[in-house]
């Protein structure tokens, strides 16, 4: 990042506020009042995995609420909202075939497509897989009432792949019938409708919602079609008991994927695609063009929660299941002279997945104090029926050809858990404790290249200690420490070195996470909160060999992260507010390993990240406005830090909103202006990419604006 872009930044950026929400759960009986009360002081379940002032926990945690998902944005990518929060990088890879990109003080920034490191949870149902790969494209943000981000040690006790955790929570229906339309529209093609409905009758509540989002995407060769769909059914069941039901889908038939491209490339055009130099027919068609590359997902899920109070103790039972279907056509084809360990360009998995988690919270008084004790069993499963076909028939390409794969994989894990909290007068003490175990079985069902079978178990024991102490009324310090693990995923043990078969030899990374912190009211409208943080890791899991798609792994050396976090929340008077979330990592192999010198940075991983905004509201709240900035130090794309570094940059958005109430309607409206000086950047980089096709450009000066009418009966 350039001096002077950093220090325009940082101008844009001085004043901040903390994402608020509210939680709509009732408090149980036994739970203690926060100390501070007021807006600020919001009330979280992730980190506790019950009702808990985010003030009085020992972690670093915050929530982005319902206005900044929903009013004054289109509601595509999670990134949307997720660019305020400290220590996550959530990256728009203009890319709906890969989905985001998106890393928790560094983990998961290698991804090559979905999310894995960072642990994705919506209404309580895991939108991550037993191997830890998740997908954020999943998550209605329609109907979003909060997201909740945690980071640092208290991630630990999610299990495996948790270096962070994004808990998404829908809004409960209430009141009588309503429904409601919204429309966006935007550059590069976009247009967004969505239909919702929803009201409460005694002891049932009900909502739908349903949307279809287009594009032509802003790189070439990137339109896509995502159809959604969501429904919630909850009920009283008794005066102590509550079953939440909830289902889903997502529907993308050949989304097109613009893949990366060269330094050259990208430079010459942020939107072009990498020219196919070996096409003889047609000189100056892309790969992408040439293999017609594209992905088709259909996901369908379904769950229910089921919860039942006994006084201040409660039992909890949340159960799922679901199938997602992929078939996807990648850039690479050996031809006839493939080797016989290639499975080709096509890839086409049938997955059923299905987990439960059953924990009982008991609530007592002991030396004094509270003692609050959630136990639980997290039980998940996978099985994929995966297929691999050429891509290619004759001299066309991007078609499906002879089979070249066939296998069935299982993933499964069994995590039991207990956690505990003792809060006496000025002390909190924190302590968990999660045993995961994590299996992989391969039944490899072609064996014209031998037989591939196998099964792999990784097991680990993840411990938490946290400890916070309230100085005074308004200002608590905290520290914790916890142990962590990240085994592969199914996608990361598929293949060995340059295209061989399974890589069973791949070991789980372990990691010691230690983090101290601030929370403060400085006065009753401004809140600062301040986290220092250092985790060192083992067998850290590195790309080996990444061509077209196709991705290898191997376990690496020993890195260290180090670094700190800042988030300052201002509310100024005469409607004016302000936020800020300031992030500084340090990133690096602290162990040199084959070409890798010691002290090289973690590729994908910026040493700064910034988001800043100054708003104003109409003391009504029927106008607004605000200026947003976002900005990230460059990003390396492989592991030695010889190629060319994506370089830092730093953004300018602006936006507008207002509402109207004419008798039961209710219309809102809002226009965005992003990246205002139309700055030219890369958006996000494939790590290792052996083509050097590292980047992906992002977006130049763009709009969107939207409408939205809402009738309540």
């Not at 068609?285 to 369908?300: Q, V």
């Not at 919860?307 to 690479?332: D, I, M």
Request: proline share 4%; charged share 20%.
């Amino acid at each position: 990042m350039t001096q002077h872009a950093f220090r325009l930044n940082a101008i844009a950026a001085l004043c901040a506020c903390w994402p608020l929400a509210v939680f709509a759960a009732d408090e149980p009986q036994g739970t203690q009042e926060p100390a501070v009360q007021g807006p600020m002081n919001v009330v979280v379940v992730t980190g506790s995995r019950s009702e808990h002032a985010s003030f009085d926990l020992p972690a670093a945690i915050d929530v982005i609420d319902a206005a900044q998902i929903r009013d004054t944005q289109p509601r595509v990518n999670a990134s949307e909202a997720l660019a305020a929060v400290p220590g996550l990088v959530a990256r728009d890879r203009q890319n709906y075939a890969q989905d985001l990109q998106i890393s928790s003080r560094g983990f998961g920034a290698r991804s090559a497509f979905g999310v894995r490191g960072v642990r994705l949870i919506a209404d309580g149902i895991p939108a991550t897989m037993p191997d830890g790969q998740g997908q954020a494209a999943t998550f209605n943000l329609d109907m979003a009432e909060r997201i909740e981000v945690l980071r640092g040690p208290f991630s630990a006790l999610y299990g495996n792949h948790s270096g962070g955790v994004v808990q998404l929570f829908t809004r409960d229906p209430k009141g009588p019938p309503s429904v409601e339309t919204s429309v966006s529209a935007g550059s590069d093609g976009l247009r967004k409708v969505d239909v919702n409905a929803q009201g409460s009758s005694g002891n049932l509540g009900y909502l739908i919602d349903a949307s279809r989002f287009d594009t032509d995407g802003f790189r070439d060769h990137g339109a896509a079609r995502r159809d959604q769909a969501y429904a919630k059914l909850t009920a009283a069941t008794s005066s102590t008991s509550r079953l939440v039901l909830t289902a889903s889908g997502l529907r993308q038939d050949d989304t097109q994927d613009p893949l990366g491209v060269t330094w050259a490339t990208y430079q010459r055009d942020p939107r072009a695609g990498e020219i196919d130099t070996t096409d003889t027919q047609v000189p100056q068609r892309t790969l992408a063009e040439r293999y017609n590359t594209r992905k088709s997902i259909d996901h369908k899920q379904a769950g229910l929660t089921w919860e039942n109070r006994f006084g201040a103790n409660r039992l909890q039972v949340t159960a799922y299941g679901g199938n997602r279907r992929v078939v996807q056509y990648q850039s690479f084809s050996r031809g006839f002279q493939a080797p016989p360990t290639h499975s080709g360009g096509v890839v086409d998995f049938d997955r059923d997945f299905y987990g439960v988690d059953v924990n009982w919270r008991d609530v007592r008084e002991l030396a004094g104090g509270t003692l609050r004790t959630t136990v639980g069993l997290d039980i998940g499963r996978s099985t994929d029926s995966r297929q691999g076909y050429e891509n290619f028939v004759g001299n066309e390409f991007g078609v499906r050809g002879r089979l070249r794969r066939d296998e069935e994989d299982k993933v499964s894990n069994t995590d039991p858990y207990l956690q505990m909290e003792w809060e006496r007068d000025k002390w909190v003490v924190t302590g968990g404790l999660r045993r995961s175990r994590v299996t992989f079985e391969v039944s490899d069902r072609f064996l014209a290249n031998g037989n591939d079978s196998g099964k792999v178990r990784y097991g680990h024991t993840t411990p938490l200690v946290g400890l916070l102490y309230k100085l005074t009324p308004t200002l608590n310090v905290y520290a914790s420490a916890a142990r962590g693990f990240e085994t592969p995923t199914l996608n990361e043990v598929f293949y060995s070195g340059a295209g061989a078969g399974f890589n069973f030899n791949l070991q789980p990374a372990t990691s010691t996470h230690l983090e101290a912190g601030v929370k403060a009211f400085v006065t009753d409208d401004i809140r600062v909160n301040a986290a220092l943080f250092q985790v060192k890791t083992q067998d850290e899991l590195v790309v080996d060999v990444s061509s077209g798609g196709r991705t290898s792994y191997r376990n690496a050396s020993a890195t260290l992260r180090q670094g700190g976090e800042l988030s300052l929340d201002a509310e100024l008077g005469a409607g004016w507010s302000a936020k800020l979330a300031l992030s500084a990592l340090r990133a690096i192999y602290d162990e040199g390993f084959g070409t890798v010198p010691e002290g090289s940075r973690l590729p994908g991983v910026p040493k700064v990240s910034v988001y800043g905004e100054l708003g104003w509201k109409e003391a009504a709240g029927r106008y607004g406005a605000a200026l947003e900035t976002v900005a990230n130090g460059r990003v390396y794309p492989e592991d030695t830090n010889t190629a060319q570094a994506a370089p830092g940059y730093a953004i300018f958005n602006a936006r507008a909103q207002a509402s109207q109430q004419l008798g039961g309607w209710r219309f809102k409206e809002f226009v965005r202006l992003n990246n205002l000086f139309d700055k030219q950047y890369v958006g996000s980089v494939i790590v290792g990419d052996a083509n050097r096709r590292f980047y992906e450009g992002a977006q130049g000066r763009n709009w969107v604006v939207g409408v939205s009418g809402q009738y309540q009966f």
